[in-house]
């Protein structure tokens, strides 16, 4: 299982970009490499709880990988925006 904890682009159907910070970590399931992440958005004004499921993870080092946003939510009130994503193909970590 490989992990990454720190800073991340998510790269929306748009092109929009939203910076924020990401915990992501690879797994197996049914002999099936899979990977998933959560992310917050620094920015809570950027629509990301509306875009649609055609988006990207990027990396500080220009890695890439392509995600499907499974759930939204806010929390602390509403402040703070959180996405549960699931990565579609190889993770850029």
Known sequence: MTSYHGVA???L???????????ATTGTRGGIETWSAAFAPDDPAIDVLNASD??????????????????????L?????????????????
Do not use: Y
Not at 13 to 23: F, T
Not at 54 to 75: F, H, K
């Open 9 to 11: 682009t998510l790269i």
């Open 13 to 23: 159907a748009s092109g929009e970009r939203a910076s924020g910070r990401v915990s």
């Open 54 to 75: 055609d988006c990207q993870l990027e990396l500080p080092d220009g890695r890439t990988g392509n995600v499907v946003i499974a759930s939204t939510g806010n929390l």
């Open 77 to 93: 009130g509403g402040t703070t925006v959180r996405l549960t994503l699931t990565g579609s193909g190889p993770a850029p970590f």
